[in-house]
């Protein structure tokens, strides 16, 4: 769908900002719920990344009449990363880097097709910036599925 309007771009980018800050969340709690070390590392530095990209991201939503970034960032509707993410909240220690992938893998989707439909005109901003978070997001993936078990 290439050349989404203003206000397809500033609610898909608001779907990204809401996910980046739920993962921030949950990995973040697991950090003390851990096992192992190494892992809980992982999960803290991940946790903190999700962060910055949420400030980041949302320091991008339009703020106008029409586009209030409080409303913006939300779940986005259908299937992708926000439903995966819902069955995080409950994972035990011995799922979540399965859950944590399958999580990452919808979540590198939703950034692949904002990037794929963004207009460079419009969205320069958004697309350095959900360009710079899909590599990071693309590397802690890389990451977690070395904990993943064969």
Known sequence: MPGMTIDESARRLGEVVWTERRLFELVGQWVTTT?????????????????????????????????DPGVLVAPGAGAGAGVALDELSG???????????????????????????????????????????????????GELEAFAPR
């Open 91 to 141: 994972t035990g220690p011995t799922q979540r880097v399965p859950a944590l992938t399958e999580a990452l893998r919808a979540h590198l989707a939703v950034l692949e097709a904002y990037l794929g439909d963004a207009s460079p005109v419009r969205d320069g901003p958004g697309i350095r910036m959900v360009g710079a978070v899909l590599a990071q997001d693309r590397a802690d993936l």
């Open 35 to 67: 096992p192992p070390t190494d892992l809980k590392l992982v999960f803290a530095r991940q946790s903190r990344l999700h962060g910055e990209h949420a400030v980041a991201l949302a320091a991008l939503l339009p703020e106008t009449r029409d586009h």
